[in-house]
């Protein structure tokens, strides 16, 4: 129905038996709709899309035919039309379960302090590792520990309680993930071996999953905006003219 309105050309297709001229739809013409009308939120209502519905259905649900899907699609600057709109939840599961391998769906996406993604905080209380011990005599702020299980990458900051010889409590700042207790660390670019023995996350932070992080992106994709019906005809109209 979009390309309907696109004039038609004569372009000329060169193979190998010689020139093949077809008539086809004349795509540079791809205009918007004027940026003005756009831009007036006054001529929008907003709609929460449902589980299921496409372009296709929302049209005929608010204008009485599914052949202005594309009018939503412009209107709300979405031309992509799989990735722009939300998914099922079957399709939103397939879709988790491809990007992220299934051991780590619930494994945290990113961390968020006072409503902002920012860096986390794990509290570590780590020991020596059965693999190489002196480790935690090895701790210092600015230094990199890696996750021999996981690969998650943090930082440490602040030593918080230094060590008795058994223990030490560090505090790590890392962009994902968590450490585990009983998982084994290493310090990057040096041969120091430790083992996590506790891990906590302030109260302050708050942590989203991989699978939370796929669900909110999906769900924020529900919420369109809707050209009033009574202006849909003369927003078409000057769409018209503009090609």
């Not at 590792?129 to 600015?142: F, P, Q, R, T, Y």
């Not at 230094?162 to 040096?190: C, H, I, Y």
């Not at 430790?194 to 994709?221: G, M, R, W």
Request: some cysteine; glycine content about 4%.
């Amino acid at each position: 129905m979009y390309f309907a309105n696109f004039p038609k050309i004569v372009y000329d297709f060169d193979t190998a038996s010689g020139t093949n001229y077809q008539i086809v739809t004349d795509i540079t013409r791809n205009v918007r709709f004027r940026k003005k009308i756009l831009e007036n939120i006054s001529l929008y209502d907003y709609y929460d899309m449902k589980e299921g519905e496409t372009p296709e259905m929302v049209s005929e649900k608010i204008y009485g035919t599914p052949y202005y899907h594309w009018v939503i699609m412009l209107a709300n600057q979405r031309y992509d039309y799989i990735n722009d709109f939300p998914v099922s939840q079957l399709e939103l599961d397939a879709l988790v379960e491809q990007r992220y391998s299934i051991s780590k769906i619930e494994h945290i996406h990113h961390y968020e302090y006072n409503g902002f993604i920012r860096e986390g905080v794990n509290i570590l209380v780590i020991r020596d590792s059965d693999l190489l011990a002196g480790g935690i005599g090895e701790m210092a702020v600015g230094k990199i520990l890696v996750s021999q299980t996981n690969g998650y990458v943090g930082r440490i900051d602040d030593i918080l309680v230094e060590s008795d010889n058994a223990t030490v409590t560090l505090s790590v700042s890392l962009r994902n993930g968590k450490f585990m207790p009983n998982e084994t660390l290493t310090v990057q670019n040096e041969t120091v071996f430790v083992e996590v023995q506790t891990c906590t996350i302030p109260e302050n932070y708050t942590v989203t999953s991989n699978y939370q992080h796929e669900f909110d992106l999906n769900e924020a994709k529900r919420r369109i905006k809707i050209i009033d019906p009574a202006l849909v005809e003369q927003l078409i109209k000057e769409f018209k003219d503009t090609i």
